[in-house]
């Protein structure tokens, strides 16, 4: 075959790669790109329909973003989300690492069984799971809590975390752990020198979903949370910013963008250790 018939291949190839990239990444991105230009587009050019609505007809304007800050606690709101984040991450690790080793590492298909059945325990509709999680959080006191909502979320992160890192503990060779304590170290001490270090991705992955799992639930943090200056982000942005039918767009915008962008940018200075902690997890 010629030469420039090759060349003409792989450029071609290359052409289509870049062109399914570039397809993928327009269509990935093109949330942040609405959801950045509603926030500063006067409601007028937002709302004619004889507008390019891709582009500023009229000039920008910062008032969608003070009604936002002014007009709302959505700062409140990100920290309550972000302090009921924090610890349900933490209670998650502290649960779902120790209890992942111990499957990956239980001989027989008992270790195995448990899992699955673990795993199935994460596919029950939280609907179903809501009556009995409200009177949970009533015999305890902890209504219009943000406790409430630290006791809660880890019954659904915890046991699809857990099946995760089972998986991935099952994908590092007990050799190495066995080398480490002919070599002196006990059990333990393996687990955290030796294991430990070689999971950091099934880690970051646990953090990445638990975290953004509590960012984007509604239904236990609405049911649960009556004050508004305990809302968090998910519940406190429509309920002040749609009021009756009028839709405060700008602002909605704006706060759905402000909390997702430091979110997208952690995934993707760590998305390839995501990638493989979620693809180990999934054949182990």
């Not at 071609?12 to 990444?25: D, L, N, R, T």
């Not at 709101?77 to 984040?85: D, F, H, K, P, R």
């Not at 690790?93 to 120790?98: E, N, R």
């Not at 080793?101 to 008992?110: F, N, S, V």
Request: aromatic letters at 16%.
């Amino acid at each position: 075959m010629p030469s420039g018939l090759h060349k003409l291949k792989a450029w071609g190839a290359k052409g289509g790669h870049f062109g399914i990239v570039a397809a993928f990444a327009t269509f990935a991105a093109f949330p942040f790109y609405w959801m950045l230009l509603t926030t500063f587009k006067e409601t007028r050019d937002l709302l004619n329909p004889n507008n390019n609505p891709f582009l500023f007809n009229d000039p920008p304007t910062l008032e969608h973003l003070k009604l936002l800050f002014e007009e709302t606690l959505y700062v409140q709101w990100l920290w309550n989300t972000a302090w009921v984040g924090v610890l349900v991450v933490a209670i998650t690790l502290l649960l779902a690492i120790p209890a992942g080793y111990a499957l990956a590492r239980l001989t027989g298909r008992a270790g195995e069984q448990l899992g699955i059945g673990i795993f199935l325990t994460y596919l029950v509709p939280p609907t179903l799971l809501f009556i009995p999680l409200s009177r949970v959080i009533a015999d305890l006191g902890l209504q219009d809590s943000l406790w409430s909502l630290v006791l809660v979320y880890p019954s659904f992160t915890v046991p699809f975390c857990t099946w995760l890192m089972m998986g991935f503990f099952k994908a590092i060779p007990r050799d190495l752990e066995e080398a480490a304590m002919i070599d002196g170290l006990s059990r333990f001490g393996a687990f955290v020198k030796v294991v430990m270090p070689m999971s950091v991705a099934g880690v970051l992955t646990l953090v990445i979903f638990s975290f953004t799992l509590v960012m984007q639930e509604f239904v236990y943090a609405l049911t649960f949370i009556t004050a508004a200056s305990k809302f968090t982000v998910s519940v406190g942005v429509p309920t002040f910013l749609v009021r009756g039918d009028v839709y405060f767009w700008g602002s909605l915008m704006a706060g759905c963008f402000i909390a997702s962008v430091p979110i997208a940018i952690v995934y993707n200075f760590f998305v390839g250790r995501f990638i493989a902690g979620f693809t180990v997890g999934a054949i182990k």
